[in-house]
Nanobody
């Protein structure tokens, strides 16, 4: 059984910072990619940032220069450092992981339950 456990969400004032963490646990052979998506009220889910097994990063244009994604392979954990937060960053943030359970096996997509980030004065 695979679990993605997220932490670090909360309420922050505009211009403030938060750091999200997501740890994957279970009988995982390897992680192909981990990332963060978000969904604001009345909107669809969108990619925020993703990091691949080869340490390649990709960011949404709206967060470039403000957010930084990083990973700890030994802990199967991904982090999202969010700086200079804006009210439009308010959303539920979801961790995503693409996992393999055996060498050269198929890839499986998993989601965390989500953590609320609210940017408001």
């Amino acid at each position: 059984q695979v679990q993605l456990v997220e932490s670090g969400g909360g309420l922050v004032q505009p211009g403030g910072s938060l750091k999200l963490s997501c740890a994957a646990s279970g009988s995982i052979f390897s992680i192909d990619a981990m990332g963060w998506y978000r969904q604001a009220p009345g909107k669809g889910r969108e990619l925020v940032a993703i990091i691949t097994n080869g340490d390649s990063n990709n960011y949404a244009d709206s967060v470039k220069g403000r957010f930084t994604i990083s990973g700890d392979n030994a802990k199967n954990t991904v982090y999202l450092q969010m700086n200079s937060l804006k009210p439009e960053d308010t959303a539920v943030y979801y961790c995503n992981a693409v996992l393999l359970f055996r060498a050269s096996g198929p890839k499986y997509n998993y989601w965390g339950p989500g953590t609320q980030v609210t940017v408001s004065s």
